[in-house]
Every structure is written in structure tokens, then in C-alpha cells.
Nanobody, 115 residues
Framework: QVQFVESGGGLVQPGGSLRLSCAAS????????MGWYRQAPGKQRELVAR???????NYADSVKGRFTISRDNAKNTVYLQMDTLKPEDTAVYYC?????????WGQGTQVTVSS
């Protein structure tokens, strides 16, 4: 059974940082590109960062230069380091495949950027 468990969210002031983690199970993690997605209230879920099997990252323009995605294949875990956070980054953050997207999503982790 495919499962994604996200953690690390919270309330942070503008300009602050957070590091999100996502533990995957039920998949051959090292064989897949992975992605971080977010969904803000009233908006569609969007892909904000993706990392290939080989560790090459790419980012949505809205987070480029501020977010860093990484992976640890030994731990079946993908990370998202978020720096210089803005109020518009407020959303629930999820991980899933970066190319192939599984039907099952985790509960996500809430990130709120507010003073």
C-alpha cells in the first residue's frame, strides 16, 4: 500500500524558514522522481518542486531561489527546505511522485506564514 507521511509544517513569520519531510512507503522510492505540491485555500493543488531519481531539482517560478528539494533514498524520504517564506506560501504541502502521481495522498502538513 502506497503511503506518504508529511511533517514539519507550522506557523512562521515572513522571512522565516521551515524544513518539510515526507516519508514514503509501498513504492520503490529510488526509482521515481518525487515532488512537493501545495494547495492554498480556494486554489488548485500545484507542483512547486520536483527532484529526479538522480537528484536533479526543478522548481516553480514562484519558489525558485527560496526552496530547495532533496532526497535520501536510504530513508525513502524527500525534503523541502523553505527559506525567505512569504504569506503567499501559506498552504497545505503534500508529497507524491514527480512524474507518475499516485492516487493516494497523505494528509499533508500545514504551512502558515503570518506576522
Amino acid at each position: 500500500q502506497v503511503q506518504f507521511v508529511e511533517s514539519g509544517g507550522g506557523l512562521v513569520q515572513p522571512g522565516g524558514s521551515l524544513r518539510l519531510s515526507c516519508a514514503a512507503s509501498g513504492i520503490r522510492f529510488s526509482m521515481y522522481a518525487m515532488g512537493w505540491y501545495r494547495q492554498a485555500p480556494g486554489k488548485q493543488r500545484e507542483l512547486v518542486a520536483r527532484i529526479t531519481r538522480g537528484g536533479n531539482p526543478n522548481y516553480a517560478d514562484s519558489v525558485k531561489g527560496r526552496f530547495t528539494i532533496s532526497r535520501d533514498n536510504a530513508k525513502n524520504t524527500v525534503y523541502l527546505q523553505m527559506d525567505t517564506l512569504k504569506p503567499e506560501d501559506t498552504a497545505v504541502y503534500y508529497c507524491n511522485g514527480g512524474d507518475y502521481v499516485w492516487l493516494s495522498w497523505g494528509q499533508g502538513t500545514q504551512v502558515t506564514v503570518s506576522s
